[in-house]
């Protein structure tokens, strides 16, 4: 019944910017930590970054200094603001709650050229 939506992804070239939106229903934000994981064609999916309900934050080493996530409660909503894109970032992405309770929505393409 609780799901995730994630959409905002697309193609840009190397060194744009997308922002991506998570949207889930109300329960999902009752769970302390969520975050958005990505997994490139022939690559196993990788944690990208977290974030708790008081904003507390965590980076992959890949992705620090250039991606930023974020959380509205009220709006049931988490986003993922990636700057300065790079070919390597070509991934789908996805939400995820700590739990795993949520099943893995359907992701969203994120496909950076050079």
């Known amino acids: 019944q609780v799901q995730f939506v994630e959409s905002g992804g697309g193609l840009v070239q190397a060194g744009g910017s997308l922002r991506l939106s998570c949207a889930a229903s109300?329960?999902?934000?009752?769970?302390?930590?969520i975050g958005w994981y990505r997994q490139a064609p022939g690559k196993q999916r990788e944690l990208v970054a977290t974030?708790?309900?008081?904003?507390?934050?965590n980076y992959a080493d890949s992705v620090k200094g250039r991606f930023t996530i974020s959380r509205d409660n009220a709006k049931n909503t988490m986003y993922l603001q990636m700057n300065s894109l790079k070919p390597d970032d070509t991934a789908v992405y996805y939400c995820?709650?700590?739990?795993?309770?949520?099943?893995w929505g359907q992701g969203t393409q994120v496909t950076v050229s050079a």
């Open positions: 109300g329960s999902t934000f009752s769970i302390n930590v």
């Open positions: 974030i708790s309900r008081s904003g507390y934050t």
């Open positions: 995820r709650d700590s739990t795993g309770y949520i099943p």
